[in-house]
């Protein structure tokens, strides 16, 4: 394969080729080859970027401002670090509406204020019209690590629980529905949220969490399988227990895809003692954001580097990365 495909940025097998055999090969930090959400520095520092290309801008429950700050966060929040501060870099079609500009940088403002951030840097690109799709945004973070409190896949355990802290799906199906005009019943919003009150709840002064990590692209499936294969740990999930909203499981069983491999943009997976997991899970549910928390599956001490799915009929099959494009620009 001599060119890149969108599936390269699906966050499946694809990128995850692209990112082992061809980028990292150029650089050889062994931070950077942990591939962890964020980078944990000497200093106790978390260093994160992203890109957000997110079509279309505005959707329901949220727009590209908002995502872009959530998402940064949500990754600062993954190493175990308190987010502190964000750069927003604006890549700008021309023609692109002054109006528009100002309801996205106002959102971004608003989710900064509930995260807790502070905007501290940024650039402004304009590019000829027909040369970019209406407006990108680039952001990094910095958040910082207090003693103990660094989350990594290097700390899971056999016997940990997973939990999921919501539904899954639904910015994936939201963002779905917006652009392609597909109608639900009741009207289905995206999860998009920065969830610094949802990890302060459930605090981790004695190590009770080892792991955290957000399900974006490639889904909650897709990471789970990316950390059984990059903790050499074995993996089981019970889909009876794995939170799906109706609107999701419908729009999926309509268009012919898996609850599993569409992307969320405020959910996070959490690795825990087998002993915190019900404190934790109380926890979470005291926050608008956790209100959906269960226990999904935990690690087990065969198959190891494996995701399997316990089916609702008792079966298994195993969870692996998404081989291609699902739902291009859904962040």
Do not use: W
């Amino acid at each position: 394969m001599n060119s890149i495909l969108l599936a390269h940025g699906s966050g499946g097998k694809l990128q995850s080729e692209l990112i082992e055999n061809i980028i990292l090969k150029h650089f050889n930090s062994p931070v950077l080859k942990l591939l962890e959400d964020s980078a944990v520095l000497k200093e106790k520092v978390a260093f994160t970027t992203d890109s957000f290309v997110v079509k279309p801008v505005f959707f329901p429950g949220g727009d590209i401002g908002k995502l872009a700050i959530a998402g940064t966060v949500n990754d600062i929040l993954c190493s175990g670090a308190r987010p502190a501060y964000i750069s927003l870099s604006l890549i700008i079609e021309e023609g692109f509406s002054i109006d528009k500009l100002e309801t996205i940088l106002d959102s971004a403002k608003c989710e900064a204020k509930r995260a807790g951030v502070e905007v501290v840097c940024g650039d402004l690109k304009v590019v000829e019209k027909g040369k970019a799709d209406e407006i990108f945004i680039n952001t990094s973070g910095i958040g910082f690590i207090e003693d103990g409190q660094a989350l990594s896949i290097k700390k899971i355990e056999v016997g940990d629980k997973i939990i999921a802290s919501g539904t899954i799906g639904d910015h994936g199906i939201s963002i779905l529905s917006k652009r392609e005009g597909l109608q639900f019943h009741s009207r289905l919003i995206s999860d998009c949220a920065s969830l610094s009150n949802l990890v302060k709840s459930i605090h981790n002064p004695a190590g009770k969490i080892h792991c955290f990590r957000d399900p974006t692209r490639g889904g909650l499936g897709g990471i789970l399988a990316e950390i059984a294969r990059s903790s050499n740990s074995g993996i089981e999930i019970e889909e009876e227990r794995i939170p799906v909203k109706d609107e999701v499981r419908g729009a999926c069983e309509l268009l012919g895809l898996d609850p599993l491999y569409i992307a969320n943009e405020g959910k996070i997976v959490a690795f825990v003692r087998r002993e915190d997991a019900e404190d934790i899970i109380k926890a979470m549910k005291k926050d608008e954001n956790g209100k959906d928390a269960k226990i999904i599956g935990e690690v087990v001490g065969s198959h190891p580097g494996v995701c399997l799915l316990i089916t609702k009929i008792g079966g298994k099959r195993i969870i692996d990365l998404p081989r291609g494009e699902l739902l291009p620009r859904l962040c």
